[in-house]
């Protein structure tokens, strides 16, 4: 399975980006899928996730209500949604899979996309 992840950028605080993640895999419709973020200097972080049928989504405390993930399987592709940018959102975005579909935060992802970069000037 290979991520492509897209859709960074620079961005003013306030403003919005959407963030895509094309999957080459053939069981994307199965995978769970999560939206990961690294600032400099600190740890990857969970942002979002979504399970295989984009039934359930779960978010982070610090994005919940600005971001919005969602998948479409017919073109193997997850979206992240960010709205009401802030500076503290400046991070490089990584897609990830795991295999037993639930696209929640305590799940062992299994596959990694090479990330986007998202600069949020203030």
């Known amino acids: 399975v290979q991520l492509q992840a897209s859709g960074g950028g620079l961005v003013q605080a306030g403003g919005s980006l959407r963030l895509s993640c094309v999957s080459s895999g053939r069981t994307f419709s199965t995978n769970g899928m999560g939206w990961f973020r690294q600032a400099p200097g600190k740890e990857r972080e969970f942002v979002a996730g979504?399970?295989?049928?984009?039934?359930?989504?779960s978010y982070s405390k610090s994005v919940k209500g600005r971001f919005t993930i969602s998948r479409d399987n017919a073109k193997n592709t997850v979206y992240l949604q960010m709205n009401n940018l802030k500076p503290e959102d400046t991070a490089v975005y990584y897609c990830?899979?795991?295999?037993?579909?639930?696209?929640?935060?305590?799940?062992?992802?299994?596959?990694w996309g090479q990330g986007t970069l998202v600069t949020v000037s203030s």
């Open positions: 990830a899979a795991e295999i037993t579909g639930w696209g929640t935060p305590d799940r062992s992802y299994d596959y």
């Open positions: 979504i399970n295989w049928s984009g039934g359930s989504t």
